[in-house]
């Protein structure tokens, strides 16, 4: 059985004029709901099966095995701004997030699960590759 959680993202000081976008599916882009200097916010949908053991997230915004899934942010030439001189793609994880905190959104205990992560990586570019240290928080 399939549900349907929100999910957040926060890109917390993005780098300035660098286009960000969440990708969904291959090819698609999600826009930032709200963006400002301070943050871009991403709102979407995410599908999970709890059948199993672990939660197994699905549908066009979960990328890579089932065993290892992720969301992508894009900057750059990867986000559609096509005369950028960055390309590059944030992955964030999925499977720390937990069974007992989808159930909380489910049960409507919470509005949403979510996370943060800083926009400028430690060589000033966008942030990119695998996001070290993000912690997936329910929201009530």
Not at 12 to 38: F, I
Not at 79 to 99: F, N, Q
Not at 108 to 115: D, V, Y
């Amino acid at each position: 059985m399939k549900d349907e959680i929100p999910i957040r993202i926060i890109v917390e000081n993005p780098l300035e004029g660098v286009s960000m976008q969440v990708q969904r599916g291959k090819n698609d882009l999600l826009a930032p709901r709200e963006a400002t200097k301070k943050a871009l916010i991403f709102d979407f949908e995410i599908s999970v099966d709890l059948s199993g053991n672990v939660p197994n997230f699905l549908g066009k915004y979960a990328q890579g095995p089932k065993d290892a899934r992720f969301v992508y942010v894009n900057s750059g030439t990867y986000a559609g701004h096509t005369h950028s001189c960055w390309g590059r793609r944030a992955k964030l994880s999925l499977m720390s997030i937990s069974g007992k905190q989808i159930k909380e959104v489910l049960d409507g205990k919470a509005s949403r699960i979510e996370t943060s992560f800083p926009g400028i990586g430690r060589d000033g570019g966008p942030t990119c590759a695998s996001v070290k240290g993000i912690e997936w928080k329910v929201v009530k």
